[in-house]
């Protein structure tokens, strides 16, 4: 009797025999190399260094594409765009020590973000590891100790017959939900040395999907048959699943409306009669999701930003979907169902009875109108116009991205995405100089759109070097730079907390940036509010990178969460 596990796949006679007369020259980073185009890897993001360069030499001998930034931790940001736009898990390839820890901050976001980024990076050579001081260069007692805290998984290699099993299993990590950032980590001997293994072909690192467990859904689909407002919070965790049809269509049976977390952009139609949009940082939103007797949330651990700030105290029944099995429960009580968001709603759509509430869109109407009136009290029309011209602008197919900026939190609650994974941001883990470098990466990932990346001129001000990596490349990004003359965010929460700003930590002395930008070939306006709509259309429509630069001085909408009952 044959069991389905003893079935093996028989090599072809071509392929038995390139395995049995491999090609001379090869190289354990030619494992790696052969090993990700074998997982389906087109392109990889890194910055060389000493110990990496093992791995930089097989890629000349590979078809990979390789996209190399100046800062290890802005290849980071590239990779982790990369990942979210494709949904792919995204090699980033770095050297040891400072190269490495360098890029912390953006697996950080990556983390937060559930972006699938594999990072392989070189370790000093065997003999200097366990923890000794052998005095080798970059040398650190424990260097993937520095990961562990922040990534899914660590993989450790120390010969090369581990190489190919290392990369596929951190590979499968990366995609399994929740995704995340992975950690390999490779000897500079093992990459340097020759190897006689077969050439990597064929790799198995399908990655699972958590299902629902059928007696959770059956208990969540009867309360919300029966409920009498019922209203939705769809994450982030519903656009990386690709459920947004799913979610569109159980909101419609159950005539529940529906609120995106910022990390959800897009996750519903902004313009649907049931959507409540992103205005979390809003009281009349909470006290809306409040009243909800049943609660949906899908794809959110309910954290800081999509809570208000921890103000939102539901008094309704709460069912949690989440792929993440940390976050169940972990800021309320809920009826949790571990699950990937798509598998959950379909789920939910199979048990599910249809309820009728005519009074939901009209609900829906009203909580609109009383937040456009909350904003429209506070005198913010530059705000406001801004933001409008930055919407009509950008090509509706296009992706952005944004910085820790003021324009960008008024986007998280107040711009229309108008498409699903189009909107990405860093407020995940909240870190400075993510947009530029990010979408670079998207640009990488994908060439027929232009690319929109908002950020701060302080934000600006880490990642001005990548403008030579959008030269070199030739990606198709437009850098929209507010430049208010500091970190303008910090200078209101510092004027708010304590009557006046520390100037010498919040104005900033800075670079004439359409000069700057002009130095690296890359083209450059400097605009006003009033012809902001006009020059980022025509950066956009021109092909390669450019600069947009807007000096103005922007405020931020009134926050709820500090009069919250």
């Given at each position: ?5 003893d079935?093996?796949?028989r090599p072809?006679?071509a392929?038995?025999?390139?395995a ?5 020259g090869r190289?354990g ?5 052969e ?5 389906g ?5 890194g910055?060389?260094?000493q ?8 890629l000349r ?11 290890e ?6 990779a982790d ?8 898990a995204a090699?980033?390839l ?16 990556a ?14 050579p065997t003999a200097g590891?366990?923890g000794?001081r ?6 650190l ?8 805290g ?5 993989h450790s ?7 190919p099993?290392?990369v ?6 990366a995609?399994t ?5 992975v950690w390999v980590?490779i ?7 020759e190897?006689?293994?077969p050439?990597v072909?064929a790799?198995?690192?399908t ?14 689909a009867d309360?919300l048959?029966?409920a ?5 919070i769809?994450g ?9 049809g799913?979610?569109?269509?159980l ?7 529906v609120?995106?977390t910022?990390g959800?952009?897009?996750a ?25 007797d049943?609660?949906?949330?899908v794809?959110s651990?309910?954290?800081e930003?999509s ?11 709460v069912?949690?979907?989440e ?16 699950a990937?968001a798509?598998?959950?709603?379909q789920?939910?759509?199979?048990t ?14 009203d ?5 456009s ?8 029309t530059?705000?406001?116009d801004?933001?409008?011209?930055v919407r ?13 900026t003021?324009?960008?939190y008024?986007?998280?609650?107040a711009?229309d ?5 189009l909107?990405?941001?860093a ?6 100089g ?9 640009a ?8 929109l ?12 070097a990548?403008?030579?990596t ?8 437009t ?6 003359g500091?970190?303008g ?6 004027t708010?907390?304590?009557?006046q700003p ?10 004439d940036y ?14 006003t509010?009033g012809?902001?709509e006009?020059d980022l259309r025509?950066a956009?429509?021109t ?9 103005a001085?922007?405020r ?6 500090l009069?919250?009952?």
């Amino acid at each position: 009797m044959t069991h389905d596990h003893d079935l093996v796949l028989r090599p072809t006679p071509a392929q038995r025999a390139a395995a049995l007369n491999p090609p001379p020259g090869r190289t354990g980073g030619d494992l790696v190399v052969e090993t990700l185009a074998g997982l389906g890897a087109t392109t990889v993001f890194g910055l060389p260094g000493q110990h990496a360069l093992g791995l930089f030499d097989a890629l000349r001998r590979s078809d990979l594409r390789y996209v190399g930034l100046r800062v290890e931790n802005n290849a980071g940001f590239a990779a982790d765009a990369y990942g979210r736009i494709t949904g792919e898990a995204a090699p980033l390839l770095l050297s040891t020590g400072p190269g490495a820890l360098t890029s912390l901050a953006a697996l950080q976001e990556a983390a937060a973000a559930s972006a699938p980024v594999l990072a392989i990076c070189s370790q000093v050579p065997t003999a200097g590891l366990g923890g000794g001081r052998h005095g080798y260069l970059h040398e650190l007692p424990d260097q993937a100790a520095s990961f562990r805290g922040v990534v899914k998984s660590v993989h450790s290699v120390r010969s090369q017959s581990q190489i190919p099993s290392a990369v596929a299993a951190a590979w499968k990590s990366a995609l399994t939900a929740p995704h995340g950032p992975v950690w390999v980590e490779i000897p500079q001997d093992v990459l340097l040395a020759e190897t006689s293994l077969p050439v990597v072909t064929a790799v198995d690192a399908t990655p699972d999907e958590p299902a629902p467990r059928p007696e959770l859904t059956a208990v969540a689909a009867d309360l919300l048959s029966r409920a009498a407002r019922p209203a939705i919070i769809a994450g982030g965790g519903v656009v990386r699943a690709d459920a947004s049809g799913k979610l569109r269509k159980l909101a419609e049976l159950l005539a529940a409306p529906v609120v995106t977390t910022y990390g959800g952009k897009g996750a519903f139609p902004w313009k649907h009669p049931l959507s409540l949009q992103s205005w979390l940082e809003d009281r009349h939103t909470t006290d809306f999701l409040e009243d909800a007797d049943v609660l949906l949330v899908v794809g959110s651990g309910l954290g800081e930003l999509s809570s208000n700030y921890h103000t939102f105290r539901p008094r309704g029944r709460v069912i949690q979907i989440e792929a993440d099995p940390g976050k169940l429960e972990s800021n309320h009580p809920a009826l949790g169902i571990h699950a990937d968001a798509r598998l959950a709603l379909q789920a939910l759509l199979e048990t599910v009875e249809e309820r009728t509430d005519e009074s939901a869109p009209q609900r829906v109407r009203d909580l609109l109108s009383r937040v456009s009136a909350r904003i429209a009290a506070q005198e913010l029309t530059l705000e406001q116009d801004v933001l409008a011209s930055v919407r009509r602008a950008l090509p509706a197919t296009s992706p952005s991205f944004w910085d820790m900026t003021i324009l960008s939190y008024w986007a998280w609650a107040a711009f229309d995405p108008r498409g699903t994974n189009l909107m990405h941001s860093a407020q995940g883990s909240g870190g400075l100089g993510y947009a530029f470098p990010a979408a670079l990466g998207a640009a990488a990932a994908d060439p027929g759109h232009p690319v929109l990346a908002v950020s701060g001129d302080g934000g600006a001000l880490y990642s001005i070097a990548e403008l030579a990596t959008a030269r070199q490349h030739d990606l198709d990004v437009t850098w929209l730079i507010v430049d208010d003359g500091g970190y303008g965010i910090l200078r209101e929460y510092m004027t708010d907390a304590f009557g006046q700003p520390l100037p010498t930590a919040t104005e900033l002395t800075r670079p004439d940036y359409v000069a700057l930008a002009e130095s690296f070939a890359v083209p450059a306006t400097r605009t006003t509010p009033g012809t902001l709509e006009e020059d980022l259309r025509k950066a956009l429509t021109t092909p390669g990178p450019s600069v947009v630069v807007l000096p103005a001085l922007l405020r931020m909408f009134a926050p709820t969460h500090l009069q919250a009952p």
